[in-house]
């Protein structure tokens, strides 16, 4: 169907509207890109799908899908080979516990929803994949002590290497010598290595590294040499932290890798579902339905009835109008004053056509028919 027709009765505005109801990226990228078909069949299985959609949520008055993220891009980066951050793996692990959750709300009521649970069932459950990113990353995006006992044991020496050095330094600031040299009895870092504040007149009193002045030039920030060894034994210790986060992190971005097809088509399904429920949610706040669809046949030439049909963008606006062409009338005269009336029923006639064709409710009654146009012209 040309573009130039959509645009003139507003479908872009529609699909706008449906996309608001949508919960997370992907699917408001499918609701933006829904067209007018012309396969019968299709267009029924998608009233269908919103059908099944409005009922489901008749019932489990609190379902909700939730936020979740695309991550498709980066379960493909990391397929690639690429090392991923540990914030976007936390996203990935929270999008994939999503998902599996929205598999099971739709498997529980497979039975009264078939169709919507035809779709569901597509998602692959990636639950060890899941477990093992939370088992190493907070949701925040820190490693977590327990990724590794290697981790583990390394983070106790960093934490008792730590306090035994700022244990040494602070015996020294309290110290009476410390105290006539110290500018402030505050213990700070720079580039890695902890300082402690001296008098810029005493810092040739202490045998140290200076790292920082102040920007008074009040104060000098330096490491004393008897520190040195406790800070090299330290850094040492945290650079062995690092290769130990950078290995874990390179496994998990590889097991990932391992699953970007799945995690692909996990939130492809995931967004054709949230779709679905956008619409039933959409024709709840409308008061919109799914028309009859009715195909053209030589024996019989197919009837458009809309009944009780108002125009999707004048809200509580909209003057119900009913209309039927096809059966008995093979051209229909909207004649009266200028008061925008005929424009208003033409517009809703042809909108609503197209949203029918786009698998989309409208707000007609449900014994509405609308024929499977080839085209819509305006």
């Not at 692990?93 to 739709?106: D, E, I």
């Not at 009895?185 to 290595?193: N, S």
Request: with cysteine.
């Amino acid at each position: 169907m040309d573009n130039k027709y959509l645009q003139m009765l507003e479908f872009p505005k529609v699909r706008e509207i449906i996309a608001g109801y949508t919960s997370f990226p992907a699917s408001r990228d499918l609701a933006l890109a829904v067209v007018p078909l012309t396969d019968g069949d299709e267009i029924c299985l998608r009233l269908k799908e919103c059908s099944e959609a409005r009922q489901m949520l008749a019932v489990e008055h609190d379902f909700r899908i939730g936020e979740i993220e695309d991550i498709r891009e980066p379960a493909l980066m990391a397929a690639r080979g690429s090392t991923l951050e540990p914030l976007t793996m936390a996203v990935i692990a929270g999008s994939l516990s999503k998902m599996r959750q929205l598999r099971a709300a739709v498997s529980r009521v497979s039975v009264e929803f078939p169709r919507l649970w035809e779709i569901a069932r597509d998602i692959t459950d990636l639950k060890s994949l899941e477990k093992k990113i939370e088992g190493c990353i907070t949701p925040s995006g820190e490693l977590q002590d327990g990724a590794s006992a290697q981790l583990s044991a390394l983070r106790h020496q960093i934490r008792t290497q730590r306090q035994k050095l700022i244990s040494n330094l602070e015996d020294f600031m309290h110290s009476t010598r410390g105290q006539k040299l110290v500018q402030d009895p505050i213990i700070t870092e720079r580039e890695g290595r902890y300082v402690i504040p001296i008098k810029i007149e005493a810092k040739k009193e202490i045998k140290g590294i200076i790292h920082d002045v102040s920007n008074t030039g009040a104060t000098a920030f330096i490491e004393p040499f008897e520190a040195i060894d406790q800070g090299n034994e330290l850094r040492e210790l945290v650079n062995e932290e690092k290769r130990e986060i950078e290995r874990l992190l390179k496994e998990l971005s590889s097991e990932i890798g391992q699953h970007a097809d799945e995690i692909s088509t996990n939130v492809i399904v995931a967004a054709q579902l949230d779709l679905i429920f956008a619409k039933a949610r959409y024709a709840h706040r409308a008061r919109a339905t799914e028309p009859q669809i009715i195909p053209f046949t030589n024996r019989q030439p197919a009837t458009l009835n809309i009944i009780d049909a108002r125009h999707p963008l004048l809200g509580d606006k909209a003057v119900p109008l009913s209309i039927e062409i096809g059966s008995k009338y093979k051209v229909l005269v909207i004649t009266g004053p200028n008061t925008g009336g005929k424009t208003v029923a033409l517009k809703t006639i042809g909108l609503l056509s197209m949203m029918a064709l786009a698998g989309l409710p409208i707000p007609a009654s449900e014994k509405s028919q609308i024929p499977v146009f080839d085209n819509i012209f305006v």
